[in-house]
């Protein structure tokens, strides 16, 4: 049975579908994001995918350094299961984010919402 981030992938593929994306499942590099990005202004980004039962978000020393040292061009993606919000963030926000959990504003909110505004990226 797939865990609730291969369902939120699942979810995440069939709505994004203007620009290619590649899941990275990656144990040999810990903190690289999930999903490498490319939309059709020729512009790369990634995509950490999280998902919680609560406005909290949990992540690794790893992931946190990875978007520390790669601010730009970074996204952190979150859907909470309890309200079935997804919010949009971006790599910058991390610390915040880890500290604040959802409650942070987000630059996007909704899954269609939030892959227009990946999709325009680079315009």
């Known amino acids: ?3 609730p981030e291969s369902k939120f992938y699942s979810e995440i593929k069939k709505s994004w579908t203007k620009f ?3 899941r990275i499942e990656n144990i040999s590099i810990p903190g690289v994001p999930d999903l490498l990005c ?5 512009f790369f980004f990634t995509v950490e995918m999280k998902v919680t039962t ?3 978000l949990r992540f690794s020393p790893h992931q946190i350094a990875f978007h520390i040292r790669h601010p730009l061009n970074t996204f952190i993606i979150a859907k909470s299961l309890a ?3 997804v919010k949009l963030y971006e790599g910058q926000q991390i610390e915040a984010l880890a500290a604040c959990g959802l409650e942070l504003d987000a630059c996007c909110l909704g899954l269609d919402a939030c892959g227009l505004f ?3 990226l680079g315009a």
Do not use: A, I
């Open 1 to 3: 049975m797939p865990g």
């Open 20 to 22: 290619n994306l590649t």
């Open 38 to 42: 490319y939309n059709k202004n020729h």
């Open 54 to 56: 609560n406005n909290k």
């Open 83 to 85: 309200s079935r919000d």
């Open 118 to 120: 990946l999709e325009n």
